[in-house]
């Protein structure tokens, strides 16, 4: 029986193998054949190279300032005065305590695990029913990296787009996190009035016994510190996943011919788009179908995403209402589906994984579709 096993795994992963195999040598050997080798290789590594340089770079510097920024606002209280205030919608808007505001906050200005750390301590997770503590895992991704996002799209000049994006953004979370708990429910009904966890009733504290100036300093380094690890955290994603999605989003270089130059690909994702390109139009405003690529690659990293944004720019593709769907989405989205499995996991309702990813996918249209409305309507009134 052992043996049997061992062989029907075995033929598994040589059918895996086989079809890894097949399809890597169909995609880049059409990338080739297109392009010819030589030059693939060369808009490859040339790709990678002007994304590190012109991106990933320049998202370190935005992750390092923020990083500081944010642990600043925590360390001396700015965090929890904006949790009070936002504390009075949460119940109405998200179904949540008001205590989840506080996660909102910190995911904002960081990245989505944030949350998680939050729902492991028990001070935090007493405040909610166990159906809205396993919600936040939507909640909480909706918001990560906002301030990166926002602070990006502001620096290329686009700082009114990514303001009526966050609004966006709160739409589709709010969309993600109550669909969320319906599936729980759904699924698990007694969840509706069992507690989350025990502890005890003291509030999440942020207080600190050193001297101003030392907190301060304190606070800029330890968030600086944060900053560098995730701006090296976003490297992978961006040279990889932006490089492969650029290469099948761009065309032969300004003579329609292949030079071997950076950005060059066989622009077959707008042509697929194309087909179906007043479907984008329609809910997102998009003109260009090449815009595509951005939703597209913020489902895996939101970092990889913006790699795409300043030759989007240079091409002449983008507006305030593309900044505002670009940031709602990559927002909403940024990189959920590398990230639920874990997160769920940690909570440990994996099994939920894929009702969270499709209340999430759901949420994140919705965040584009409401902020392409959201643009519409401003431009009309101002």
Same mark, same amino acid.
């Given at each position: 029986?052992?043996?049997?096993?061992?062989?029907?795994? %075995?033929?598994?992963?040589?059918?895996?193998?086989?079809?890894?195999?097949?399809?890597?040598?169909?995609?880049?050997?059409?990338?080739?054949?297109?392009? @010819?080798?030589?030059?693939?290789?060369?808009?490859?590594?040339?790709?990678?190279?002007?994304?590190?340089?012109?991106?990933? *770079?320049?998202?370190?510097?935005?992750?390092? #300032?923020?990083?500081? $920024?944010?642990?600043?606002?925590?360390?001396? @209280?700015?965090?929890?005065?904006?949790?009070?205030?936002?504390?009075?919608?949460?119940?109405?808007?998200?179904?949540?305590?008001?205590?989840?505001? #506080?996660?909102?906050?910190?995911?904002?200005?960081?990245?989505?695990?944030?949350?998680?750390? #939050?729902?492991?301590?028990?001070?935090?997770?007493?405040?909610?029913?166990?159906?809205?503590?396993?919600? $936040?895992?939507?909640?909480?991704?909706?918001?990560?990296?906002?301030?990166?996002?926002?602070?990006?799209?502001?620096?290329?000049?686009?700082?009114?787009?990514?303001?009526?994006?966050?609004?966006?953004?709160?739409?589709?979370?709010?969309?993600?996190?109550? *669909?969320?708990?319906?599936?729980?429910?759904?699924?698990?009904?007694?969840?509706?009035?069992?507690?989350?966890?025990?502890?005890?009733?003291?509030?999440?504290?942020?207080?600190?016994?050193?001297?101003?100036? $030392?907190?301060?300093?304190?606070?800029?380094?330890?968030?600086?510190? %944060?900053?560098?690890? /995730?701006?090296?955290?976003?490297?992978?994603?961006? /040279?990889?996943?932006?490089?492969?999605?650029?290469?099948?989003?761009?065309?032969?270089?300004?003579?329609?011919?292949?030079?071997?130059?950076?950005?060059?690909?066989?622009?077959? *994702?707008?042509?697929?788009?194309?087909?179906?390109?007043?479907?984008?139009?329609?809910?997102?405003?998009?003109?260009?179908?090449?815009?595509?690529?951005?939703?597209?690659?913020? #489902?895996?990293?939101?970092?990889?995403?913006?790699?795409?944004?300043?030759?989007?720019?240079?091409?002449?593709?983008?507006?305030?209402?593309?900044?505002?769907?670009?940031?709602?989405?990559?927002?909403?989205?940024?990189?959920? $589906?590398?990230?639920? %499995?874990?997160?769920?996991?940690?909570?440990?309702?994996?099994?939920?994984?894929?009702?969270?990813?499709?209340?999430?996918?759901?949420?994140?249209?919705?965040?584009?579709?409401?902020?392409?409305?959201?643009?519409?309507?401003?431009?009309?009134?101002?």
């Amino acid at each position: 029986m052992k043996a049997f096993k061992n062989m029907k795994f %075995t033929t598994k992963r040589s059918i895996e193998a086989l079809v890894f195999l097949a399809v890597f040598f169909a995609i880049f050997g059409y990338m080739g054949h297109k392009m @010819g080798l030589a030059n693939m290789l060369n808009t490859i590594m040339g790709t990678s190279y002007r994304l590190l340089v012109d991106t990933v *770079l320049y998202l370190m510097g935005i992750t390092v #300032l923020s990083g500081a $920024l944010g642990k600043l606002l925590v360390e001396f @209280g700015v965090v929890r005065l904006l949790e009070k205030i936002l504390k009075p919608f949460m119940k109405p808007l998200f179904n949540l305590p008001g205590v989840a505001a #506080l996660g909102g906050v910190l995911t904002f200005l960081s990245d989505n695990p944030a949350i998680i750390s #939050l729902a492991n301590d028990k001070n935090f997770s007493h405040y909610f029913k166990k159906y809205q503590l396993i919600s $936040l895992t939507n909640f909480g991704t909706a918001f990560g990296m906002g301030l990166i996002v926002i602070a990006f799209m502001t620096g290329k000049g686009f700082g009114g787009g990514a303001v009526i994006g966050l609004l966006g953004a709160v739409v589709g979370s709010i969309v993600s996190t109550r *669909l969320m708990q319906r599936f729980i429910l759904k699924s698990y009904p007694q969840f509706k009035d069992e507690e989350a966890a025990g502890g005890n009733e003291e509030e999440i504290s942020f207080k600190q016994d050193n001297g101003v100036f $030392l907190r301060a300093l304190n606070a800029i380094l330890d968030g600086g510190k %944060t900053g560098v690890d /995730l701006g090296l955290a976003i490297i992978p994603g961006v /040279l990889v996943i932006s490089t492969f999605v650029m290469m099948l989003t761009f065309g032969p270089g300004a003579n329609g011919e292949y030079t071997g130059a950076a950005y060059e690909g066989v622009n077959v *994702l707008p042509y697929l788009a194309g087909k179906i390109d007043f479907i984008f139009q329609w809910l997102f405003g998009f003109n260009h179908p090449e815009l595509v690529a951005f939703p597209i690659t913020a #489902l895996g990293a939101v970092g990889a995403a913006l790699g795409l944004v300043p030759t989007f720019i240079e091409q002449g593709f983008v507006n305030g209402n593309v900044i505002a769907v670009f940031t709602a989405m990559g927002m909403c989205w940024s990189g959920f $589906l590398s990230t639920h %499995t874990a997160m769920l996991d940690s909570l440990g309702y994996r099994n939920l994984t894929s009702k969270a990813i499709l209340a999430h996918t759901i949420g994140g249209l919705c965040a584009g579709v409401a902020a392409h409305l959201f643009y519409m309507l401003f431009s009309l009134i101002f």
